[in-house]
């Protein structure tokens, strides 16, 4: 553990993706009651800064212009780069909190010259991340979830991650978008982020579960989904094999909707994602289904009631999938219908 640092002006950084920014913003709590006072940013890349809606506690967030950074002409992205630095270092930081723990979160700490950068030591800061730290924590690498390993870098750092996170704030008039719905609904998300479709499960075998729920409980299901490609037709056509037992959730038009959809949700239905996390942020009880991803790493929070459910094939958990998808298909709907009845059937939750 760390001596206290003082400082006035923090950069917490992790840029990506969505499902990890959810994740990590249950570790700023304990940052946050060690530094009462300060200014405390957040560098995200723009494309998973929704993440971070309804933080308490956060002074701004400071958004990477990832696609400017990735442009195909190299001076356009050079200078893009230079320009970026040249912003963070008017920004005066003294202290920077990589929890990403990659090249380029580190480089952009060190580019702005912040003269106090700490992160994860190796093997759990990659790429040699970690020889452009100040300070390197030496995080056991154990084989723990996410929440955890955050949690273990705010330890490091002197403070504690609260066994609840904070209340997720989110304006009310949003809340009431959803009043409509059903006193309890299971909501399911067919959909992963466009580079993970081998995280996915297919159609027909959601639909089975919401017909189960229906059948023995009682409870409908809406289907919801998002912007990405293939996601609204992948949840009509839930809606299509479901047999009257699902219908199309209401499009929600930001996160902030989403969450606010969640919330009103008795139980959330989905694979590894973005959306498996948020429902963690908004306290809905998870059934996750897990396929080619590690169980222990990308578990849902410890926070909320959750079932994962997945088939040992042999060769899962895996870091890139495949085409053939075997663990994804040895899923079994009976068996996600089970874990479903069973926290449904748990104590009541507050709407």
Request: hydrophobic share 45%; proline share 8%; charged share 25%.
């Amino acid at each position: 553990m760390l001596e206290p640092i003082p400082a006035k002006r923090i950069l917490v950084i992790r840029l990506g993706a969505l499902g990890d920014v959810v994740r990590t913003r249950f570790a700023f709590a304990g940052l946050r009651e060690l530094w009462p006072a300060a200014q405390i940013d957040w560098l995200v890349e723009d494309r998973a800064a929704a993440g971070l809606v309804g933080l308490p506690g956060l002074s701004q967030r400071v958004e990477v212009p990832r696609r400017r950074l990735r442009a195909r002409h190299p001076w356009v992205a050079l200078a893009t780069l230079r320009e970026f630095a040249r912003e963070l270092r008017s920004r005066d930081y003294d202290l920077s909190i990589d929890f990403h723990g990659v090249l380029r979160s580190a480089f952009l700490a060190w580019s702005a010259r912040i003269p106090v950068r700490v992160g994860y030591a190796a093997p759990i800061a990659k790429e040699g991340s970690h020889w452009l730290q100040t300070t390197s924590a030496p995080v056991e690498a154990r084989h723990v979830s996410r929440f955890e390993r955050n949690a273990a870098l705010v330890r490091f750092l002197g403070g504690a991650v609260p066994a609840q996170p904070h209340v997720l704030e989110l304006d009310p008039a949003r809340e009431q978008l959803f009043a409509g719905l059903p006193a309890r609904f299971a909501l399911v998300h067919p959909g992963t982020s466009p580079k993970t479709g081998y995280k996915r499960w297919e159609a027909d075998r959601f639909a089975a579960v919401a017909r189960e729920l229906f059948t023995r409980a009682g409870v409908e299901t809406r289907v919801a989904f998002g912007p990405v490609a293939g996601e609204r037709e992948a949840a009509r056509a839930v809606v299509a094999a479901a047999g009257g037992a699902a219908e199309l959730a209401p499009p929600t038009e930001s996160l902030a909707e989403f969450l606010a959809l969640l919330r009103r949700a008795s139980l959330f239905v989905g694979c590894d994602s973005g959306p498996m996390h948020l429902a963690s942020l908004a306290g809905t009880p998870v059934v996750a289904i897990f396929g080619p991803t590690d169980p222990v790493e990308n578990a849902p929070s410890a926070t909320i009631p959750h079932r994962i459910v997945r088939v040992d094939v042999g060769c899962n958990p895996c870091r890139e999938g495949c085409p053939a998808r075997a663990c994804m298909r040895a899923v079994e709907p009976e068996a996600v219908s089970q874990a479903a009845l069973a926290l449904l059937d748990g104590p009541a939750r507050g709407i």
